[in-house]
């Protein structure tokens, strides 16, 4: 029979004066707040199907992801962390209380500062977003919960029995106990998501003026999802569910470039052709842009321009 993979790394093996440089680059998906002077650090591993569980040990640090490295990494999952201390997470929500034993759950792809406090035996798990999407759609909500009370010690007391038996997962069951962790979460975590998801509409409406803006910025620009969520630090489906009102991202999108053509085509000292204009605001042909045009204000670009008095 077959375990799960299972690795070791602690600085004890290092010179002392490379041993926090050594651990920052264990975990470049973070900015760490730490005292290099004295530093030492230890962890271990194990690969259980979809998710990566570990078990750390060390100096007191604080990680955090700052709008810049995720935008710079692409980062795009979740970080389950039980700790033994008491700390605080600040996100763009405020900053929250995080008492000793209890679970905290942050998205890679959204900006958050930890407290520097002990690693003691600290259990994490990494989780995929597609893993944890699979059980709750909703996904996007679970930036900065904290789960406490009955709901969070069932799911903390699974993964310390995780931990405490992750070297006697076979192989082959690797993918099962994963799949009833994150049914796990899913349990633990839906009762919280409502009011979560109350005190987030505020945050999504400043989200979603910045994401409008940013576009109108850059209508002769190309659509690239992967890339507009990188420069608002958030992830695709964040971006996706933003927009849904509007009809979507694309369909946003176009509407504004319709507009810039059309206020163009309304400036008599406009004296670029029909094409140039539809170029300058993200056009490709001027078939497209007379199709599109057409459709939205019920005339063609030229029709529309002679009817304005600018031809």
Same mark, same amino acid.
């Given at each position: 029979?077959?375990?799960?993979p299972?690795?070791?790394?602690?600085?004890?093996?290092?010179?002392?004066r490379?041993r926090?440089?050594?651990?920052?680059?264990?975990?470049?998906?973070?900015?760490?707040?730490?005292?290099?002077?004295?530093?030492?650090?230890?962890?271990?591993?194990?690969?259980?199907?979809? %998710?990566?569980?570990?078990?750390?040990? /060390?100096?007191?640090?604080?990680?955090?992801?700052?709008r810049?490295?995720?935008?710079?990494?692409?980062?795009?999952?979740?970080? %389950?962390?039980?700790?033994?201390?008491?700390?605080?997470?600040?996100?763009?929500?405020?900053?929250?209380?995080?008492?000793?034993?209890?679970?905290?759950?942050?998205d890679?792809?959204?900006?958050?500062?930890?407290?520097?406090?002990?690693?003691?035996?600290? %259990?994490?798990?990494?989780?995929?977003? /597609?893993?944890?999407?699979?059980?709750?759609?909703?996904?996007?909500?679970?930036?900065?919960?904290?789960?406490?009370?009955?709901?969070?010690?069932?799911l903390?007391?699974?993964?310390?029995?995780l931990?405490?038996?992750?070297?006697?997962?076979?192989?082959?069951?690797?993918?099962?106990?994963?799949?009833?962790?994150?049914?796990?979460?899913?349990?633990?975590?839906?009762?919280?998501?409502?009011?979560?998801?109350?005190?987030?509409?505020?945050?999504?409406?400043?989200?979603?003026?910045?994401?409008?803006?940013?576009?109108?910025?850059?209508?002769?620009?190309?659509?690239?999802?992967?890339?507009?969520?990188?420069?608002?630090?958030?992830?695709?489906?964040?971006?996706?569910?933003?927009?849904?009102?509007?009809?979507?991202?694309?369909?946003?999108?176009?509407?504004?470039?319709?507009?810039?053509?059309?206020?163009?085509?309304?400036?008599?000292?406009?004296?670029r052709?029909?094409?140039?204009?539809?170029?300058?605001?993200?056009?490709?042909?001027?078939a497209?842009?007379?199709?599109?045009?057409?459709?939205?204000?019920?005339?063609?670009?030229?029709?529309?321009?002679?009817?304005?008095?600018?031809?």
């Open positions: 029979m077959t375990f799960v299972r690795s070791h790394f602690t600085t004890a093996s290092l010179p002392e490379d926090f440089e050594a651990w920052r680059a264990l975990f470049s998906a973070h900015d760490l707040d730490a005292d290099p002077q004295g530093f030492s650090g230890k962890i271990e591993t194990t690969l259980i199907g979809s %998710l990566a569980l570990r078990v750390m040990n /060390a100096a007191p640090q604080g990680p955090g992801r700052s810049s490295r995720i935008r710079r990494d692409g980062q795009d999952g979740f970080v %389950l962390h039980l700790s033994r201390h008491a700390y605080s997470v600040e996100t763009e929500r405020g900053v929250i209380d995080v008492p000793a034993g209890a679970i905290s759950l942050n890679l792809s959204q900006p958050y500062r930890r407290s520097r406090v002990p690693e003691t035996d600290s %259990l994490i798990v990494a989780l995929p977003r /597609a893993s944890v999407a699979s059980v709750l759609p909703d996904e996007d909500t679970l930036h900065g919960l904290i789960l406490q009370g009955g709901a969070g010690r069932l903390a007391d699974h993964v310390r029995s931990a405490a038996h992750s070297h006697a997962i076979a192989t082959v069951d690797a993918a099962h106990v994963a799949q009833a962790t994150l049914h796990m979460l899913a349990a633990c975590a839906r009762p919280s998501l409502e009011s979560i998801g109350r005190a987030g509409a505020p945050l999504d409406a400043v989200r979603l003026r910045a994401a409008k803006q940013l576009l109108r910025r850059q209508l002769s620009t190309p659509l690239r999802i992967d890339a507009l969520a990188k420069t608002l630090g958030m992830s695709r489906s964040q971006l996706y569910r933003l927009f849904e009102p509007e009809g979507g991202v694309a369909h946003y999108l176009a509407r504004q470039r319709l507009a810039a053509v059309r206020a163009a085509l309304d400036e008599p000292l406009e004296r052709s029909i094409g140039e204009i539809g170029e300058a605001f993200g056009f490709g042909s001027s497209v842009l007379s199709r599109a045009f057409r459709q939205a204000y019920g005339l063609s670009p030229r029709d529309y321009r002679a009817s304005v008095g600018g031809a």
